[in-house]
């Protein structure tokens, strides 16, 4: 289990050495070219293997039904506790900055950290739990209410009904969301996956949780002692309200070890790092989202050890 960790740390950790190499491309762009790397390719090859082949019980739903759950509930209690926040002891804190803290406490890094960590903890054959998590529940509602809250808290100028349209063509220009439309047509035709398909798809899954570690590191920024009172609620929101609530669907469900475990782990991880495309397309505070990023991501590596042994 420390192994698993202490790898994936190493891999994080090389993605921060990423920045002071000379005469390399900047984090930025690597991390934009890796992330479309991931989402158009290796993601969608490795989706439909695994959806394919993941069992077809009621957990196919659970899942998708927890992540949202488990979402939207740490969405309203961000939503709470910084409207308490801001009216009381944090009076200087822009609608920039709560938008972002708000979104960053909500949403995890289902795929770029969860992928890795539950699959070099539980193994290969429960890799379709963070596939699902995130491609069926957390990336449909970043690009529909998390694009309500980011346009909410800029106060811009387009309709619903233009934010909906908006939406909605993101979401349509996800591969993934048609890999597992793919993956699950053929689990339920029963239609058996070409040889060489399964075997692209192996060598996809083995380079995505290198590279997203790596892109991990390269998303990292020291946080400022002046933000930490501002980052501590959305982290403890993201790193122990998610899994606490995540427990509660699994009781709920009535599931096993080891999926039961992988779920709530999966409900623990830190701050989705694809939330920093949203916060700055809709010009946002991202710099007060990155230090979200790097310290619920540093903790993780504590808290989620402390989730699985609990």
């Not at 202490?6 to 934009?32: D, E, H, K, Q, T």
């Not at 192996?202 to 998303?219: L, N």
Request: glycine share 6%; with cysteine.
């Amino acid at each position: 289990m420390n192994t698993v960790f202490v790898a994936y740390l190493i891999l994080i950790s090389l993605g921060i050495v990423w920045r002071f190499i000379p005469g390399v491309p900047s984090p930025m762009i690597m991390r934009n070219a890796i992330s479309s790397l991931v989402i158009q390719i290796l993601l969608p090859l490795l989706t439909i293997a695994v959806i394919a082949k993941a069992p077809m019980t009621e957990i196919i739903w659970q899942i998708p039904i927890t992540a949202v759950f488990v979402t939207l509930s740490c969405l309203f209690i961000a939503w709470c506790i910084y409207a308490v926040l801001r009216k009381t002891i944090m009076r200087d804190m822009s609608d920039a900055t709560m938008g972002s803290l708000i979104i960053g406490s909500a949403w995890c890094n289902a795929t770029y950290l969860g992928l890795p960590i539950i699959t070099g903890i539980f193994g290969q054959e429960l890799s379709f739990i963070p596939v699902l998590y995130d491609v069926l529940a957390l990336t449909p509602l970043l690009w529909t209410i998390g694009v309500f809250i980011a346009g909410y808290f800029r106060a811009d100028e387009q309709s619903h009904g233009e934010r909906l349209q908006s939406s909605l063509k993101k979401i349509l220009r996800l591969p993934p969301i048609y890999a597992v439309i793919i993956g699950l047509t053929l689990r339920i035709c029963s239609i058996p996956i070409p040889e060489i398909l399964l075997h692209v798809s192996e060598i996809a899954g083995k380079a995505v949780p290198p590279i997203m570690m790596i892109s991990v590191g390269m998303a990292l920024t020291v946080p400022k002692w002046t933000s930490l009172m501002k980052l501590l609620p959305g982290s403890m929101i993201r790193l122990f309200i998610g899994p606490a609530l995540a427990s509660l669907a699994v009781m709920v469900f009535g599931m096993q070890y080891p999926m039961g475990k992988a779920l709530i782990m999966e409900s623990g991880m830190p701050t989705m790092v694809l939330t920093l495309a949203l916060i700055d397309m809709y010009d946002l505070d991202a710099e007060i989202l990155s230090h979200l990023i790097a310290f619920t991501t540093i903790s993780s590596f504590i808290t989620l050890q402390f989730h699985l042994l609990s």
